[in-house]
């Protein structure tokens, strides 16, 4: 071969070699980009994630120093880290290895979907690797789409949704913990080497002992108004793993995806698994610009009815638990309606013909009236609702049975249970969860709804209740071949039950309730109006569970009640005033038997009622800004709402102690345009005399940079005088 000859083979190789290396993606939202390394027939790897880039730096990043690392790592080939898919092929090779065939975007509406279709060197296996962006919402969801045409079933071992490499430095998690009646906690570490692992195993219920959803703080301690923040949710219903790899380079490597524990999937050919989205934002505004990013796009995209306001409601649980009858829930019916209210949802206890629902014990799965509680049925409580000038809704838990019930007498098979081993039990001795894998099953389910909403169309509201967790590893309908699939396909069959409800029925508000905050996740949500925050309406403790939740989760789907004093769950006495404030930073409503109250606590509610109308598109809308957090332990918490067009905001200020002669730190505001003014006004007051910058006008920079001293008491008369006190100040622009 001439020199010439040999030269022009040498400059095409090296002009494959750099294409092979520069070919980069760009998956883009209105202010952050995702770059990708994607040659034809090379490697998908992950190059760049943050603010968005400028033409110059794009074509410049890939000599700024990357991570260098696969986007989708796969395991069996220079593998000694963390892998986002582990298989076994049919011929029990273990390995992949993965090269890129194509890319592809497409259209989804306002959506931008952008696939990287990738197969094994040498088996007929397939991965896309999928990332959808919008044009009005700062969030990039990820997923993938697995597989092959063996000639046998693959088995999936491990099937993550996502992967993205963190750069080491001084980074901190956010994360939530709890448990029933204490959902939500904020927890803040450092990251330091070796796994950190955030896990559910529930099967019904995911968000009570941790939650899907983490922060990462990428430069020191997580501050709430600045800094850079990378979030992540992801949107599953089930169980879920969530992994942190710190190893010996210079990365933390951060999987999510369905918890592959007991349920090793047997991918059967030309079989698509899809796995679960993972949300991505980034955010150089802190912590709470990072929730500002998923508020909108839940709000946009991801909340069922996400931009419609939410109700003010009397839920008659805590009123009177089980003992539902006709004439109580008309005068709870004529008394949230003199209130001002405009719903009210009778909660459980009214079902049942053979087995009447006396207590937790019985009737699950028997949705008929219990005549002896409600003579004139259903039908009855709506002309009531009519008659009051509100609506009404109802409580139902369909995924749950009891053994005392018809159901189970008749469709003992339909529970989810071990072959030859006896059933353990849930809730009051007698529960169990239905086997939603099973069509018939899934079709039993929908019917309880549809038949409510056939018969009475005029029912507005459904609070879909989940009061017990998976105990029993067994499914009637499942292959035995296939057992380890019965957690996925029990979300499947609930996906599918409601996907068919808000075919039929759009606008009808629906609540996710499981024992309170359980399904607090962007898997259920889309399907849902609303969740249940917590069991527990204590006002104190709901400050910090309902500041945890605010994380992730907008204010229009935090449902936050009104309740007795002394409260219920921790028997603690807080003041009236105190608990409306803190129900009013989220979807208002009560949990109340209102005939106990006195005519001046009905005035306060009442007031608090029209006021929280006048701030609902606000608060239910709005931007949060978080200001001084409840586990900073300073003695009081404080956070605000400013609209998109920063013309009007509201300030909560909750006092968390008191001693005497205590030092309470002074709050900035935030969110505000540094050029407006705003006049201040009170809601909710009590005091005898209106604060001293009440009516007054500030700039939105003095107020930024100043904030205002708030009294630490209320000035009342001696004999109202009381250890708690809290601020709901309302702004609005002067022009």
């Known amino acids: 071969m001439s020199i010439r000859k040999r030269m022009n083979v040498l400059l095409g190789a090296l002009l494959l070699t750099g294409s092979l290396f520069s070919q980069n993606v760009c998956v883009t939202t209105p202010k952050t980009s995702l770059i990708l390394s994607a040659p034809i ?26 991570p260098n690392m696969p986007a989708y790592p796969v395991y069996g080939l220079n593998c000694p880290g963390e892998s986002a898919l582990a298989v076994k092929h049919a011929d029990g090779n273990m390995t992949l290895q993965m090269e890129i065939v194509q890319t592809r975007t497409v259209k989804e509406g306002n959506a931008e979907v952008t696939v990287i279709e990738m197969k094994d060197k040498v088996y007929p296996f397939y991965v896309n690797v999928c990332y959808r962006t919008y044009q009005d919402a700062d969030v990039i969801e990820t997923w993938t789409e697995i597989c092959h045409q063996e000639k046998k079933s693959v088995t999936l071992n491990q099937f993550a949704s996502g992967f993205l490499p963190i750069r080491r430095g001084e980074v901190w998690l956010s994360h939530l913990y709890g448990s029933w009646a204490n959902e939500g906690r904020l927890c803040q570490e450092l990251l330091e080497p070796g796994m950190k692992v955030i896990k559910n195993k529930d099967g019904v219920r995911n ?20 800094g850079n923040v990378i979030g992540a949710a992801l949107c599953y219903g089930g169980n879920y793993k969530l992994r942190i790899d ?120 028997d949705w008929v009236v219990d005549k002896n509680k409600l003579p004139d049925g259903i039908e009855g409580l709506l002309k009531s609702a009519e008659k009051h000038g509100i609506k009404f809704g109802i409580w139902i838990e369909p995924e749950m049975a009891n053994i005392t019930s018809e159901l189970y007498e008749k469709h003992p098979e339909w529970a989810i249970k071990a072959p030859e081993r006896n059933l353990v039990l849930g809730r009051g001795g007698t529960q169990i969860v239905l086997d939603l894998a099973n ?108 500041w945890g939740t605010s994380y992730f989760f907008p204010a229009i789907a935090m449902a936050s009640h009104i309740s007795a004093a002394p409260n219920h769950q921790t028997f603690r006495t807080i003041p009236l005033k105190y608990r409306i404030d803190v129900a009013m930073s989220g979807r208002l409503g009560m949990e109340i038997q209102p005939k106990n109250m006195t005519e001046e606590e009905k005035a306060l509610c009442k007031n608090a009622i029209a006021e929280y ?3 609902r598109p606000l608060v239910q809308m709005g931007d949060i800004y978080r200001l001084l957090s409840p586990y900073d332990n300073q003695g009081t918490a404080s956070m605000m709402y400013v609209t998109p067009e920063k013309d009007k905001a509201v300030f909560y200020w909750w006092k968390t102690e008191h001693f005497v ?47 205002l001293e708030i009294p630490y008491n209320h000035r009342v008369d001696y004999h109202k005088q009381n250890d708690y006190s809290s601020r709901v100040l309302y702004l609005e622009e002067v022009k």
């Open 41 to 66: 027939g090379g490697e998908l790897k992950h190059v760049y994630y943050g603010n968005k880039l400028s033409e110059t730096d794009l074509q410049n990043i890939d000599f700024a120093g990357t």
């Open 207 to 226: 968000a009570h002992t941790s939650h899907a959803e983490i922060m990462f703080a990428l430069d020191g301690k997580p501050r709430e108004n600045t």
């Open 246 to 365: 710190t190893h010996d380079d210079e990365y933390h490597r951060f999987f999510a995806g369905i918890n592959e524990e007991n349920s090793a999937y047997s991918l059967k050919k030309d079989e698509v698994f899809r796995t679960p989205e993972l949300a991505l934002t980034y955010s150089n505004e802190g912590l709470s610009g990072s929730s500002r990013n998923f508020h909108r796009w839940a709000r946009l995209h991801k909340l069922s009815n996400g931009t419609v306001p939410r109700k003010i409601l009397l839920n008659s649980w805590e009123g009177v638990y089980f003992d539902i009858n006709q004439t109580g829930m008309d005068q709870m019916m004529s008394d949230i309606a003199s209130m001002g209210g405009e719903l009210f949802v009778m909660d459980d206890g009214w079902f049942g013909d053979k087995y009447p629902r006396k207590n937790d014990s019985s009737s699950l799965g």
């Open 439 to 546: 069509p018939q099953v899934q079709d039993f389910i929908f019917n309880i709804v549809d038949d409510l909403m056939t018969k009475y169309p005029e029912i507005d509201y459904i609070k879909w209740d989940a009061n017990m967790s998976i105990m029993n590893h067994g499914s009637n309908y499942l292959t035995k071949d296939n057992q380890s699939h019965m957690y996925i396909e029990y979300h499947r069959g609930l996906e599918k039950v409601c996907q068919r409800i808000r075919a039929k029925y759009p606008e009808l508000t629906i609540q996710a309730c499981a024992s309170g905050g359980g399904r607090a996740n962007y898997g259920i949500l889309p399907y849902f109006d609303e969740f249940w925050v917590s069991d527990n309406t204590d006002a104190l403790q709901r400050v910090y569970m309902q």
């Open 613 to 615: 109308k006048a701030i």
């Open 661 to 707: 002669n205590q030092h309470l730190p002074r709050v900035n505001m935030a969110g505000l345009s540094p050029d407006k003014l705003y006049k201040v006004h009170e809601l909710n007051r009590i005091d005898n005399e209106p604060l001293s910058f009440e009516g007054k006008v500030f700039s939105g920079a003095y107020l930024m940079a100043n904030g």
